[in-house]
């Protein structure tokens, strides 16, 4: 019993282990190692040596109905949103408990020092008095370095709860960037100025999907200008060589979570693909 409770501890709950006769009926004309009796095996080890664990099982019908019991709340545990094993939501799904734990102090630093390639890129944008918007763009990219520092900074395991709010904060303060970007290029109509404005207050809730948006209206001014100078094609095709590796880092971060230095690797690419949109973009650069 000691044995099985500490590798299964949240299913035990004083159940009875269930039959290895109905366990081979369950699995059909599936190898062994394949069927229910094979997995169970392999998740608790060879449990027919503990006699003490035996003398405690229940009738046949009980111990089936724990087995199965037992892969139903397994599964659905697996499958659940706050689950680690979850996959981070995208788009318009609410934002889940942070995904981000970095496998050693080392990955921290190196996650804290590549959130300084944003203010690098922010410091590059000529502030103009006489445009408010391009300065607010040029605050927002600081911003999102400093996010990041702050939600980086905090550990997931003393500050769980100023993890998942610094963890928001970031996301915000991407999307409070791509609005301002929106804001340069299309703050002289008021279509522009009322999308910014009803974006505004749905940043803090739904990032994500606002940082899509204005994206999205970016790339329009991204393709018109590449159309209109073909000599800053280069530009716009490492811009997309950087874009699709920030977004296989992100992505990757879910699927290889033993894969060190992926998110510093995002970080460090999705820097790059901002200031090329900058240059493409604002010309000055």
């Given at each position: 019993?000691s044995h099985f ?5 949240r299913?035990y709950?004083n159940r009875?282990m269930p039959?290895?006769g109905?366990?081979?009926?369950l699995?059909g004309?599936?190898?062994?190692s ?6 169970l095996?392999?998740?608790?080890g060879?449990?027919?040596?503990s006699?003490a664990?035996?003398q405690?099982?229940g ?10 019991d037992y ?11 706050k689950?680690?094993?979850a996959r981070r939501?995208w788009?318009?799904?609410p934002?889940s408990?942070s995904?981000?734990l970095d496998?050693?102090?080392w ?5 804290l020092?590549?959130c ?6 922010a ?6 008095p006489n445009?408010?918007?391009l300065?607010?763009?040029r605050?927002?990219l600081h911003?999102?370095?400093v996010c990041?520092i702050i ?8 500050h769980?709860?100023c993890?998942?709010?610094g963890?928001r904060?970031d996301?915000?303060g991407?999307?409070?960037?791509c ?9 002289h109509?008021?279509t522009g100025k ?7 207050p749905?940043i803090p ?5 606002m940082a899509?948006l204005?994206g999205?209206?970016?790339e329009?001014v991204?393709m018109r200008r590449?159309?209109q100078?073909?000599?800053l ?5 490492i811009r997309?060589?950087?874009g ?7 992505e990757?971060?879910?699927?290889y ?8 690797s ?6 790059l693909?901002?200031?090329?949109t900058?240059k493409?973009?604002?010309?000055h650069l």
């Amino acid at each position: 019993k000691s044995h099985f409770c500490k590798v299964v501890p949240r299913f035990y709950n004083n159940r009875a282990m269930p039959p290895f006769g109905k366990l081979k009926a369950l699995g059909g004309d599936m190898p062994e190692s394949e069927g229910p009796l094979g997995k169970l095996k392999a998740l608790v080890g060879n449990v027919r040596e503990s006699d003490a664990l035996f003398q405690k099982v229940g009738s046949e019908p009980r111990r089936a109905e724990w087995l199965e019991d037992y892969y139903t709340r397994e599964q659905k545990f697996l499958n659940h949103p706050k689950s680690k094993h979850a996959r981070r939501p995208w788009g318009l799904g609410p934002l889940s408990k942070s995904k981000c734990l970095d496998l050693h102090p080392w990955e921290t630093r190196v996650n804290l020092v590549t959130c300084i390639p944003y203010n690098l890129v922010a410091n590059r944008i000529r502030s103009d008095p006489n445009n408010a918007a391009l300065n607010m763009y040029r605050l927002a990219l600081h911003g999102v370095g400093v996010c990041s520092i702050i939600y980086h900074a905090m550990s997931p395991d003393k500050h769980p709860c100023c993890r998942n709010a610094g963890r928001r904060l970031d996301y915000s303060g991407v999307a409070t960037s791509c609005t301002a970007m929106t804001m340069v290029n299309f703050g002289h109509t008021k279509t522009g100025k009322a999308l910014c404005a009803l974006s505004a207050p749905v940043i803090p809730f739904q990032p994500v999907m606002m940082a899509a948006l204005h994206g999205l209206a970016t790339e329009t001014v991204v393709m018109r200008r590449l159309a209109q100078h073909p000599k800053l094609r280069k530009d716009g095709a490492i811009r997309v060589l950087a874009g699709l590796g920030a977004l296989a880092c992100f992505e990757g971060e879910n699927i290889y979570k033993e894969v060190p230095f992926l998110h510093a690797s995002w970080h460090v690419l999705g820097a790059l693909a901002i200031h090329q949109t900058n240059k493409i973009v604002l010309g000055h650069l």
